[in-house]
């Protein structure tokens, strides 16, 4: 039987320019390895793995900088001749009999999200087809199959082949997930949202973001935000200084409050909170731990702008710091934050007090627990009456699937649903 000795691993995971250190620096942290590739701009990261320890531990979801998590074949396949896919299906094939994997789903060929990679985009739609034939015709493609078989081109002409667990890497081609700009909303912003629900709360999002529900958005001019929420029904309270725009001004699902976010309070709890204030990282995770703690909101999103240096550092602080109020509070917490293709300096949060159907399904659907800031939180003090019936869901890191038991990336990536339709132009 061939063992995995003969072939070097690493791990490769994509993200956006600029962000490679950061990245490098999260999964060193979970992962272990060695630094391998963390080239500024270059769009990815690639950390050496002992075969020890080449089980997929972690999820994309609950990376905050990764947008894609493979294992690869450490050795690249150069490109210089004239036959691209041979030498690629070759060192594939010698991948999966290495790793006793005998069937795989798919077959994608991808390469970094840059200008440089973007260039490869049609080295890589004339390659992966012609891979999968092979791939089918050699019997490992299984709709069943737990991995997808990839290929990395890099601009240097090298292709590195490997897996992803579809449980726990992205589902999206380049782990994007690419979003329709509605016409009608008052800002690009509202794809950050849009993004935001998708990612995390993903297809299953009809219990926490229902019609009808109430929210407040905190820094809201122009809209964006408020509009997709008020698209999905949901009743919005928009506190900016600042004009609201398009159909939003006079609107009788948002009423517009001229007053500074950090001392609003809402005359009853509401539903959601949202939040993407230009403010201090900290003192925005501040704010949304006291709404949670508080009982003002049960769920929040909030956008993070992150400082030039240190990012990695700063995110975490802001995990402590609600992760540290709820648990003050007694309450249980699910927390993720990520940086969404969206988010440009920045990242995006989403932290919940989770109902007890919540964390049950949370609980199901997790397969990420390695690690865990929330995990410092539990159990919650003994405010509670009932500590026990009141477990702190044992992650901040996985992804939360409110309503679906399905890990995310099991879901169809096109059970999401769609963007409103565009209202037509009276
Ligand atoms: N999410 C908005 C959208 O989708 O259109 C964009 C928000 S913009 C990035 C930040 C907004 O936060 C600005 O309109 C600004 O006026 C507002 N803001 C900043 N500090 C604030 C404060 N202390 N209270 C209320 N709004 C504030």
Redesign the pocket.
Known sequence: MTTTKSIELAWLAYCRAGFERDLAQELQERLGGEILDAVDLSGFVRLSCEPKAASFRMSVNSSTFARQLLLTQDAPVGLTSNDRVNPIYEALVAFLAARDIVQVVDCRVEYPDTNEGKALSRSAKAIEPRLRELLAEAGYLAGHAKYRAMVFLTPDRQARVGIADLHLSASEPLGIPRFRMPAD??????L??AEAIHVFLGSGHDEALQPDMRAV????????????LMQRGVRVTA????D??GDLVDNAMVKHLR??????VPKVPVDWL?C????QPARIAKLVAKWLANGWARYAIF?LKLPMKKRNEEVERCRQIIAEALEEAGKPLVLQIRQLYHDREEVTGFACVPSRKERFAHNVASRDTRRSVAAKTTPPKSKSPTPAATPAVPTSRAGLKLTSTLPRAAASPWSVKPLPKRKKSK
């Open positions: 909303a008052p800002s690009r912003s509202t950050k949202l958005d905190l820094g809201a001019a122009p809209g964006g935000w408020t509009w997709q506190v900016d200084n600042a609201l725009k007053e500074d976010g950090f001392r609003f949202v993407d204030m230009v403010e956008n």
